[in-house]
């Protein structure tokens, strides 16, 4: 698409001039860029769908590795007196 209309991340570094000066520096265009960004971040980070089989699953595979690490010494102690 057009340079003006790319994101940051998007740009080359010898694009990089050419794009700061098509963005907006006014405080009103600035404000809108935090805003935007801060959009981003809420519906990244904070504003995530949950639950379903998947979150399930991992959180029970996490607990089933949890507890094998917890209990390593003892069930190796009974597997090497259970192989003599």
């Known amino acids: 698409g057009p340079l003006s ?31 935007k960004a801060w959009s981003s971040y809420h519906d990244k980070y904070i504003n995530v769908r949950r639950g379903g089989p998947a979150g399930i699953s991992m959180l029970l595979a996490g607990y089933c590795l949890l507890s094998y690490g917890w209990n390593y010494q003892h069930i190796s102690k009974i597997s090497f007196l259970l192989s003599l």
């Not at 940051?8 to 805003?35: C, F, H, K, N």
Request: proline residues 6%; charged residues 25%.
């Open 5 to 35: 209309e790319r994101r940051l991340m998007d740009v080359r570094l010898g694009e990089l001039p050419t794009w700061l000066a098509t963005r907006d520096i006014s405080p009103q265009g600035l404000l809108g860029g935090v805003q």
